[in-house]
């Protein structure tokens, strides 16, 4: 069996790489660690509001916990994004 050529394996060079990233690594990570300071001291961002369907899926979830999540879904999309409908949809199934 001829010897492997160290050279050339798979883990020389990727140990390669890594000692070469490793070399440019300083100036970016100098870079990112001054840029996410002051956002380490900025408030936190307000919830987004919920859309209309997500708002209708959460009082549909709650009214039919025992169906499950993309059935809700599935109703309401098929219902036109209305909840009367949808209400009555997954109450039949129940």
């Not at 060079?13 to 300083?26: D, G, K």
Request: charged share 20%; no cysteine.
């Amino acid at each position: 069996m001829p010897p492997k050529n160290r050279a050339s394996s798979p883990d020389v060079l990727l140990r390669e790489e890594l000692l070469h990233s490793e070399t440019t690594a300083p100036a970016e990570s100098t870079l990112s660690s001054t840029t996410t300071k002051p956002q380490e001291n900025a408030p936190p961002q307000p919830p987004r509001p919920m859309s209309q369907f997500d708002q209708h899926v959460l009082t549909l979830t709650e009214a039919f916990p025992t169906i499950d999540l993309a059935v809700v879904k599935a109703v309401l999309t098929a219902s036109s994004g209305k909840l009367e409908p949808a209400f009555n949809a997954l109450l039949g199934m129940i």
